[in-house]
């Protein structure tokens, strides 16, 4: 299961020209998908990105976690991040979960992220979906497990 994470002023993901989810300070999650992914993946994920003290205190030091700081996650399902661009030009999405699986475990990894009493906006899974930003920092992490 992989995760970029951006810490954001604001973040919102447009399908159909609707706004879907917004949020304002907090994170922007785009989440991978991997075959052999599983629940203890995805609790990890959600508390690690809970846990990241990448906000800054009033000594202007990265010491504050989204809940210190009354932020938010927006999570967006982001099946590319399993491609392989190793060979060749064409990425290949071999190691991908399959599209319910990956529902299965986004939709997890959103509750999850709930349970730990942060307000969680998302993406529709597998939507062609419009994704807006103001990246705060910029501060991006990439976490893998």
Same mark, same amino acid.
């Given at each position: 299961m992989k995760a970029v994470i951006q810490r954001v002023s604001f973040a919102s993901v447009t399908v159909d020209e609707s706004v879907v989810g917004r949020i304002g300070k907090g $994170? +922007?999650?785009l989440l991978g998908v991997e075959k052999g &992914? &599983? /629940?203890?993946?995805a609790d990890w994920l959600a508390e690690k990105i809970a846990g990241l003290r990448i906000f800054a205190d009033g000594e202007d030091k990265m010491n504050l976690a989204l809940a210190d700081v009354g932020g938010a996650v927006l999570a967006v399902s982001q099946f590319t991040l399993a491609g392989n661009c190793d060979k060749g030009r064409r990425p290949s999405f071999d190691t991908a979960? !399959?599209?319910? /699986?990956?529902?299965? +475990?986004?939709d997890y990894f959103t509750a999850a992220v709930e349970k730990l009493g +942060? !307000? $969680?906006?998302?993406g529709i899974f597998q939507a062609d979906m419009k994704v807006h930003l103001v990246n705060d920092g910029p501060v991006t992490f990439i976490l893998e497990r």
């Open positions: $994170v +922007l999650v &992914d &599983d /629940e203890s993946k979960a !399959p599209p319910e /699986e990956g529902k299965r +475990l986004y +942060l !307000p $969680v906006q998302t």
